[in-house]
Nanobody, 122 residues
Framework: VQLQASGGGLVQAGDSLTLSCAAS????????MGWFRQAPGKEREFVAA????????YYADSVKGRFTGSRDNAKNTIYLQMKTLKPEDTAVYYC????????????????WGQGTQVTVSS
């Protein structure tokens, strides 16, 4: 699976932003898709995951209620809608694909996109 993330940018605190991740290659609908982020000097952390059918999503506590993950299997694309952004959301955001059940750890994801930078100014 090849993944291409996009949609990052510079926004102000309180703003919204939607990331996209387009997939190609293997059967997209076979995979749970995830979003991770990595801030400078920090480990890559789980943000959200969307089950293969799109009927289940789960989130890190830090983004729950503000971020919404979704997917369109017909377009081989996932999305991360981010609202009420905070400066601590600043990071490079990555999309990833997994065949695991409820994957939250980076090692559970076999395929990764290149990342898109999100910067939230205060």
């Amino acid at each position: 699976v090849q993944l291409q993330a996009s949609g990052g940018g510079l926004v102000q605190a309180g703003d919204s932003l939607t990331l996209s991740c387009a997939a190609s290659g293997r059967t997209f609908s076979d995979y749970t898709m995830g979003w991770f982020r990595q801030a400078p000097g920090k480990e890559r952390e789980f943000v959200a995951a969307i089950a293969d059918t799109g009927t289940s999503t789960y989130y890190a506590d830090s983004v729950k209620g503000r971020f919404t993950g979704s997917r369109d299997n017909a377009k081989n694309t996932i999305y991360l809608q981010m609202k009420t952004l905070k400066p601590e959301d600043t990071a490079v955001y990555y999309c990833a694909a997994s065949r695991s059940w409820f994957p939250r750890r980076p090692y559970e994801y076999a395929y990764w996109g290149q990342g898109t930078q999100v910067t939230v100014s205060s």
